[in-house]
């Protein structure tokens, strides 16, 4: 799980632009600076709360709202990591279109008139296929990612590069006027790795103090920050008087893998964490997520799910999530009306019980701001504090602006629950909606890479494709009476084909990838063609040694008898990258003839079959999602646009879907005669899939935001 990669030190490096760095621009920019206490901007000194919202995890139309909601919830800043393998697919050759369109993205935050941060990475983890790292990397001769190596270097300064000139030239940075008040180079330090990467980007000229979370030895002027779900319990504080204390992962929830159940975090829990961190003299607290969204077409990592982060403030589809986002909005209003104080006073802190503690807030002025804690988690508690008896709720922090009356408690909801329903909007359900499509199962002599060994998945994919055809063909010396065929592999799944029938699927999960295949198949007395289809569902995005890492088969046997085993292992391989139908790329219109569709007769339980249809768009402008729970394994298209990897046949321990339900922003959709293909890998029932809208029950929360962006 995540704690365990917090093993592994979190460097994240804040570069925020100093006036010094940037000549003036005729007053238009704006000073950013920090001291101990907080980030100052123009002269003053803020409390600032900021939620990650992902760029690409969304569309272009979805951004204004996104931003807007965000606002409307208190929130100052919008912090973003940069893509790389979005942005430099090939070396040099750069992607800013459409949902990659980073520069429109922060013009929108700064349109709404928020700040933003901006992580540039290289290295974002992120559940993120790959961690954000192109996959070219991989064939830089002697690279070695995330450590103090030439090759790596190159590379991730020539895109941290290209990102600041592209801020810069589009004057993005708050020293030019724009939204930008900290650009975080942020980088997880690997295992093997030193400090010596992280200062190449200084170099940048961006101007700067850097900032690493999980590096209590940042060396300045860096700033040590934390991440987690208790900072305020576990951050050990700036490793120096000059700098403030910030926290740049709050997690508002938890990523979710495909075998794994959702992750709750309520909103109670959160604001008291919010609270005791702001209690604490923290002055940045950002929310990740506060939209998650959703992981489209191959953007995951290793057996993550489409939906990223749906439990957070605003659900995947960007709909407001109750009671999380009200609660925090009253927080942050809380804590806001009383920030002069929080910034200007002296903190002291004492004990009002046994476990109970106050924080308290003098200014000389005589403004005065409590935060009252009790950290007993099943009893109420009463204590005294300036002479006032005060009635404290089980695991809480009540809020007192002027130390007398609490205007806010952790543990107390004031706002509504809200409904997420789904309204089914239309069915595939007749037999004339569909087309199908098998796709070609190769064999040996089909295969033009041979090899005498196994290869490993990545390395022969170059990523151009989660499916890799192992195949191989022989005939057997003796009678077998009873085969059974024997795969390892080191991920993500198997599916096996014995003379072009199906026999099987294996996976792995997200904790543990390796796994064996093994069941019987049918053999022939002539010469058998095996082809064992390998997949993966993701890159592996985090740990060590990234670049080395092994995927696929690594061994092969037929047990044919008691007495006989093949072993395939080391033996003559053939090998096709991709499936006919992807290398076609019938999910698009104008390829639909490249191969020969007929009318689906059988819904069900036909491996490796691509399907088709076409649909409406369901009226209004409610988020649309398809529920594809008769589904299998594969993947989704709509008019050409990847939704996702779907994966509904793997349960989780309670025996349900981790996901059934698949985000079709509507701007991939047209009023009529939208194309839906599905490419099933192990079999499943389109006739029974559904097209629905999403919406919750309290529309009277209404945001207003100007549509500034274009
Ligand atoms: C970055 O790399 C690309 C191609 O690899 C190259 O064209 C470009 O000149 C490089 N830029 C820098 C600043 O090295
Ligand atoms: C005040 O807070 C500090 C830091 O959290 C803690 O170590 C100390 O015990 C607290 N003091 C009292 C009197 O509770
Ligand atoms: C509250 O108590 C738990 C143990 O029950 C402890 O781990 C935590 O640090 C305490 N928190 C505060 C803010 O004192
Ligand atoms: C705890 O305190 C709250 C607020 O003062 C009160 O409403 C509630 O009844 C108390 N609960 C118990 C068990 O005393
Ligand atoms: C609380 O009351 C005591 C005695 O009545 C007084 O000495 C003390 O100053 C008071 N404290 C505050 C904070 O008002
Ligand atoms: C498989 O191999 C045979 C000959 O060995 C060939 O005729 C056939 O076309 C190949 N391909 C498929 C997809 O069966
Ligand atoms: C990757 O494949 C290339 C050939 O395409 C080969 O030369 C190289 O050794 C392979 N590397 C690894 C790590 O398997
Ligand atoms: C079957 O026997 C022949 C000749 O003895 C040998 O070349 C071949 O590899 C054997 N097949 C298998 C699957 O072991
Ligand atoms: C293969 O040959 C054996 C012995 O010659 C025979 O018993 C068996 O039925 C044959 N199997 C098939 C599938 O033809
Ligand atoms: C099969 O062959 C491979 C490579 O020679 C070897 O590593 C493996 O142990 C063999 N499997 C068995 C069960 O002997
Ligand atoms: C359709 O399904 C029936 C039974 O489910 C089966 O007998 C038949 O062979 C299937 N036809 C095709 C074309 O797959
Ligand atoms: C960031 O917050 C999440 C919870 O929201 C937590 O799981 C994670 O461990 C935190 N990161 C670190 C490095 O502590």
Known sequence: ??????????VVVVVV????????????????????RSLIIDGQRKILFSGSIHYPRSTPEMWPSLIAKAKDGGVDVIQTYVFWNLHEPQPGQYDFSGRYDLVGFIKEIQAQGLYACLRIGPFIESEWTYGGFPFWLHDVPDIIYRSDNEPFKFYMQNFTTKIVKLMKSEGLYASEGGPIIISQHSMRKDLHMSVGPQLVAVGLQTGVPWVMCKQTDAPDPLINTCNGMR???????????????????????????????????????????????????????????????TNF???SAAYFITSYYDQAPLDEYGLIRQPKWGHLKELHAAI???????????QTNFSIGQLQEAYVFQEESGGCVAFLLNNDTKNNATVQFHNISFELLPKSISILPNCQHVIFNTATIETENNERTTTSSQMFDSEERWEEFTDVIPNFSDANLKSNSL????????????????????????????????????GHVAHAFVNNMYFGTAHGSHDVKGFTFENPILLNNETNNISVLSVMVGLPDSGPFLESRFAGLTGVEIQCSEEVTYNFTNYEW????????????????????????????????????????VFDAPIGDDPVTLDLSTMGKGEAWVNGQSVGRYWVSFHTSKGASSQTLYHVPRSFLKSSGNLLVLLEEVGGDPFHISLNTVSTNDSHIHIHYDHLFQ
Request: charged share 15%; proline share 4%; with cysteine.
């Open 1 to 10: 799980m995540k704690w365990l990669l917090c093993l592994v030190v979190v």
């Open 17 to 36: 632009v100093l006036p010094t760095a940037i000549g003036g621009g005729g007053g238009s920019g704006r000073d950013v600076t920090y001291d101990g």
């Open 231 to 293: 900072c305020g319990e576990t951050f050990q504080g700036p490793n120096s008087p000059n700098k403030p204390s910030m926290w740049t992962e709050n997690w508002t929830s938890f990523y979710q893998v495909f075998g794994g159940e959702p992750y709750i975090r309520s909103a109670q829990d959160i604001a008291f964490h919010v609270a005791l961190f702001i209690a604490k003299k923290g002055c940045y607290v950002n929310y990740y997520m506060y939209h998650g969204g």
């Open 297 to 299: 077409g191959r953007t």
């Open 336 to 346: 806001k009306s009383c920030s002069t104080s929080l910034l200007e006073g002296e």
């Open 455 to 490: 290869l490993e998945h990545m390395n022969t994919t170059k990523d151009q494709s989660d499916y890799l055809w192992y195949t191989f063909r022989f005939q057997q010396n003796s009678s077998c009476t009873e085969p059974v065929l024997h795969i390892d592999s080191l």
């Open 574 to 613: 053939g090998y096709q990258v991709g499936l006919l139908g992807e290398m076609q790329q019938i999910y698009n219109e104008q390829n639909l003839s490249n191969v020969v569709w007929s009318k689906t007769q059988n819904s069900t339980n036909q491996p490796l079959t691509w399907y088709k249809t």
